[in-house]
């Protein structure tokens, strides 16, 4: 069974600073997607950033990057030179390929707190 | 703009009230969720449609109905049945609901209370 795992509730980040947020899944699934989402105070959820499980090389847009590592099962995102604007809820995803392609399933979340 | 609209924002219930919240998308998606968060948690699939005129129970669908009528359109209903109705719906839709590269983009939720 599919399974997103996020260990860290809440972060703190000094503005500027660089963060790591981590990831963990696990599938059985040989083709699969891993998201990452930002949910500010007012509810909406953002897209960040997407990695798929054949991809060669790790997704970056913009301050974002997901750290993939296959083998380990992570998909750990990293953002850059922190805002204040990034204080946030992230959320990690994924989805299969296969028969349950319909479904993408979410961590629990990560609370991120950029410090001026 | 392109885009998915939840109306409304914020909505208040009455016990035994059936409610209903709208979800239109001009993305041309064929693909269109409903999920449900609670405070601090993540969040959990109620229903699911791949095309026009089918839908699919997701993994809390007891205690609500969904109708998918037209591409744009995916409603909601919180029927009476459904006995701790208050959270936060997120809208969401991707062009495709079988690949995994499919990007689900949501709509700006929303509050639903029973008072």
């Known amino acids: 069974a599919q399974k997103i795992t996020q260990t860290q509730p809440g972060m703190f980040v000094q503005e500027k600073e660089a963060v790591t947020l981590d990831c963990t899944y696990d599938?059985?699934?040989?083709?699969?997607?891993l998201f990452w989402y930002k949910q500010p105070s007012s509810g909406e959820m953002i897209f960040l950033i997407y990695?798929?499980?054949?991809?060669?090389q790790n997704a970056t847009e913009g301050r974002y990057s997901l750290n993939f590592q296959k083998a380990r099962k992570s998909a750990n995102l990293v953002i850059s030179a922190s805002q204040l604007g990034d204080s946030a809820m992230y959320f990690c995803?994924?989805?299969?390929?296969?028969?349950?392609?319909?479904?993408?399933?979410f961590g629990a979340g990560t609370r991120l707190f950029v410090k001026a | 703009d392109g885009g998915i609209t939840q109306s409304p924002k914020y909505l208040f219930r009455k016990e035994g009230q059936n409610v209903t919240l709208s979800c239109e998308q001009n993305?041309?998606?064929?693909?269109m969720y409903w999920y449900r968060q609670d405070p601090g948690q993540g969040l959990r699939l109620i229903y699911y449609?791949?095309?026009?005129?089918?839908?699919q129970k997701g993994d809390i669908a007891e205690g609500y109905s969904v109708s998918r009528e037209k591409k744009e359109s995916f409603p909601l209903t919180v029927t009476s049945a459904q006995k701790n109705p208050t959270a936060f719906y997120l809208c969401?839709?991707?062009?495709?609901?079988?690949?995994?590269?499919?990007?689900?983009?949501f709509g700006e939720g929303s509050w639903l209370t029973v008072v």
């Open positions: 969401a839709s991707s062009a495709s609901a079988s690949l995994s590269g499919n990007t689900i983009y």
């Open positions: 599938t059985s699934d040989p083709s699969y997607g």
């Open positions: 990695q798929g499980s054949y991809d060669q």
């Open positions: 995803a994924m989805r299969e390929g296969g028969t349950g392609g319909f479904k993408t399933i």
């Open positions: 993305l041309n998606h064929d693909a």
């Open positions: 449609s791949q095309i026009v005129n089918d839908f």
